[in-house]
T-cell receptor
Framework: SQQGEEDPQALSIQEGENATMNCSYKTSINNLQWYRQNSGRGLVHLILIRSNEREKHSGRLRVTLDTSKKSSSLLITASRAADTASYFCATAGHSGNTPLVFGKGTRLSVIA | NAGVTQTPKFQVLKTGQSMTLQCAQD?????MSWYRQDPGMGLRLIHYSVGAGITDQGEVPNGYNVSRSTTEDFPLRLLSAAPSQTSVYFC?????????????FGSGTRLTVV
């Protein structure tokens, strides 16, 4: 069953705006990861945040994690048309060696 | 460095046929897994392996078999294809370990069962 639940399901913004996607999960985790999937392609790993971390940055990406609320957010700043894709959160259980469980994803459309 | 290679990219099967989806990685990753992706369902785990000779079931294992005889290869076998197995299949690999690491995905196999 799905562990992560992304919100919103779909998001449409103008180029240059910021995009925020949220993920909620149900059970304790070792880490949470975000992936991007362009249409018809495989998933690409974006960022991993561990349960003892609260915020992480990578280029235009900012991820936060609130383990007390069992939620995470992915912020893409100054979005570009090339950011148009589906974004998935995935959680790993306590041992870190358990397989990733993915949410259903957020479809982001960035309009030029 | 090819990463994760999946073959074939597309396949059409008749109900009842069997086939093997191939997955190979050249990164010496211990951890490999198979997911299926259906519209509106996200990715669901079929089977996974934490190393050669070790496999385990995921969320939706029925109708599929796997084996892991080498570190590099993790084939997925469909025993008797059914229309419900029409999906896009992704293989992924990663370093194993207590702290976890990101997965590298293949480009997928789009399977249609008629």
């Amino acid at each position: 069953s799905q562990q992560g639940e992304e919100d919103p399901q779909a998001l449409s913004i103008q180029e240059g705006e910021n995009a925020t996607m949220n993920c909620s999960y149900k059970t304790s985790i070792n880490n949470l990861q975000w992936y991007r999937q362009n249409s018809g392609r495989g998933l690409v790993h974006l960022i991993l945040i561990r349960s003892n971390e609260r915020e992480k940055h990578s280029g235009r990406l900012r991820v936060t994690l609130d383990t007390s609320k069992k939620s995470s957010s992915l912020l893409i700043t100054a979005s570009r048309a090339a950011d148009t894709a589906s974004y998935f959160c995935a959680t790993a259980g306590h041992s870190g060696n358990t397989p990733l469980v993915f949410g259903k994803g957020t479809r982001l459309s960035v309009i030029a | 460095n090819a990463g994760v290679t999946q073959t074939p990219k597309f396949q059409v099967l008749k109900t009842g046929q069997s086939m093997t989806l191939q997955c190979a990685q050249d990164m010496n990753h211990e951890y490999m897994s198979w997911y299926r992706q259906d519209p509106g369902m996200g990715l669901r785990l079929i089977h996974y392996s934490v190393g050669a000779g070790i496999t385990d079931q995921g969320e939706v294992p029925n109708g599929y078999n796997v084996s892991r005889s080498t570190t590099e290869d993790f084939p997925l076998r469909l025993l008797s294809a059914a229309p419900s197995q029409t999906s896009v299949y992704f293989c992924a690999s990663s370093y194993s370990g207590r702290h976890g690491s990101g997965y590298t995905f293949g480009s997928g196999t789009r399977l249609t069962v008629v």
